[in-house]
């Protein structure tokens, strides 16, 4: 199960459209994956990041194996 171990998160603008850039990163086992994310919504930059650092973990696994 992936664990989720930094979150981070920056206005890159201002006002009410706003970027919100999202930066995370997870463990799984003995590896850890970076993933970034930006949007208006900070739900969505979340969860882009979180895909972003699931897939670069898959990719990894499928790497080695």
Do not use: F, Q, W
């Not at 459209?17 to 930059?45: E, F, N, P, Y």
């Amino acid at each position: 199960e992936p664990t989720l171990t930094d979150y981070r998160v920056e206005a890159v603008t201002e006002g009410n459209d706003a970027l919100a850039d999202v930066v995370l990163r997870v463990k799984l086992d003995d590896m850890t994956a970076t993933g970034h994310g930006i949007s208006t919504d900070t739900v969505a930059s979340s969860v882009a990041a979180y895909v972003d650092a699931i897939n670069s973990l898959i990719a990894r696994k499928e790497s080695i194996s």
